[in-house]
Structures are given as structure tokens and as C-alpha cells.
């Protein structure tokens, strides 16, 4: 039980390149998220997912894209890359339960991304 | 919409002195009330939650953290730290006006010497 996986761990672009940052779960968990970690800012949210097939905004969302074919996967796509969107990103999920209104995230190892 | 506001920034604390980490709230209804911790490039981990029940809650490894509604305040606490205990430590906040997504503080890195 690997829980949730994120790859490249380290990836270097230049201004207005693309790619993909991948994002594997093994729980089963209906819910996936991905944040941005920047220094003294916490984390904010710019996507989410309840469940295959279903995504939504989050706080942040611009320059970003998701989709979710799987239940398993939540990759995120950065089409134009910006220096603003240099940071470290974090991909998590969680059960959430009809009559539960909360649950516990479970968080991968982060991808750090550099925009040069 | 509700929000979180970590006190402390950075806390230095010495090997086997308490600590304190400071957390406030706004929110117009009832909240979930969380605290994560992140080891060093590490994702976070869930240290300990407030869900309902009692106002104080505990971890496995010594942390504690109480609700205090009046003061919307959710500060957790160590009596004795190790050098293990540094690290990145995350309030968050979730209630219904956000469909219960978890709202983070800015973080308060825990530095411990010996």
C-alpha cells in the first residue's frame, strides 16, 4: 500500500513550456486534491476531484488543469508554465462519506517545480 | 468564508523544553479544526483533529491540542520536545461554507536543539 505517489519529485521548466505532474492513489479514495506550498503562504488550494470524472476550482486555479479518468489518478497540467507558478506541489486524498462532513487527508511527497 | 492565522512564523525551542504553537480561527458556524505536520521534504501528516467531544485532543506521540470556541483559538501543545519533533507544523480549518475543505495557516516551523 504505496498511498499517494507524485512524479518527477524535482523538474526544471522554462517560461512557457508544459507538462504534466502525475498523481496515483491506492486507497480507493473518492476525493483528490492538489495545492501549492509557497513559502510563508501555507497551502491553497487549485483543484479538487469527488470522484472519476467529476473536478472543480479551487482557490487558485489559473494556469492549471485536471482531469480525472480514474479513480486512482488526478494528473495536473500546467499548459503555459510562469515563474509565478515556481513552487512545491502537493497532491492528496481522502474518503469522504455521505453523513461525514470531514476526513483525514492523506498527502504525497510533493513535486517541486522550478519556471525559469 | 473561514480563515486561519498561525501566530508564529518560526519557534526555537531547546531539546526537552515545552512548546507552544499558536492558532486562530474565524469562521461563523461550527468548524473541524486540524493540525498537520510536515518532516523535512516530506508531504504532511495528520497530527491530531478536532472534530466534536471533548476540547482537548491528543497524538500518538505527545502533542495536544485544545478548542477553545470563545477565543477561536486552537493551540497545540508539547511538554517535552525531541529533536525529532522539527519540522513544519499546519493549522487548518474546515466547516460548511466551504463544503468542508481544509483552509490552512501559513505555518510555524519548529526548529528543537539539543
Known amino acids: 500500500n504505496a498511498g499517494v505517489t507524485q512524479t518527477p519529485k524535482f523538474r526544471i521548466l522554462k517560461i512557457g513550456q508544459s507538462m504534466t505532474l502525475q498523481c496515483t492513489q491506492d486507497?480507493?479514495?473518492?476525493?483528490m486534491y492538489w495545492y501549492r506550498q509557497d513559502p510563508g503562504m501555507g497551502l491553497k488550494l487549485i483543484y479538487y476531484?469527488?470522484?472519476?470524472?467529476?473536478?472543480d476550482k479551487g482557490e487558485v486555479p489559473n494556469g492549471y488543469n485536471v482531469s480525472r479518468s480514474t479513480t486512482e489518478d488526478f494528473p495536473l497540467r500546467l499548459e503555459l508554465a510562469a515563474p509565478s507558478q515556481t513552487s512545491v506541489y502537493f497532491c492528496?486524498?481522502?474518503?469522504?462519506?455521505?453523513?461525514?462532513?470531514?476526513?483525514?487527508?492523506?498527502f504525497g511527497p510533493g513535486t517541486r517545480l522550478t519556471v525559469l | 468564508a473561514q480563515s486561519v492565522t498561525q501566530l508564529d512564523s518560526q519557534v526555537p525551542v531547546f531539546e526537552e523544553a515545552p512548546v507552544e504553537l499558536r492558532c486562530n480561527y474565524s469562521s461563523s458556524v461550527s468548524v473541524y479544526l486540524f493540525w498537520y505536520v510536515q518532516y523535512p521534504n516530506q508531504g504532511l501528516q495528520l497530527l491530531l483533529k478536532?472534530?466534536?467531544?471533548?476540547?482537548l485532543v491528543e497524538s500518538i506521540n505527545g502533542f495536544e491540542a485544545e478548542f477553545n470556541k470563545s477565543q477561536t483559538s486552537f493551540h497545540l501543545r508539547k511538554p517535552s520536545v525531541h529533536i525529532s519533533d522539527t519540522a513544519e507544523y499546519f493549522c487548518a480549518v474546515s466547516d460548511q461554507t466551504n463544503d468542508y475543505k481544509l483552509s490552512f495557516g501559513a505555518g510555524t516551523t519548529v526548529t528543537v536543539r539539543a
Open positions: 476531484s469527488v470522484g472519476a470524472g467529476i473536478t
Open positions: 478536532y472534530l466534536s467531544g471533548s476540547t
Open positions: 486507497m480507493n479514495h473518492n476525493y
Open positions: 492528496a486524498s481522502s474518503q469522504r462519506t455521505s453523513g461525514r462532513m470531514t476526513d483525514t487527508q492523506y
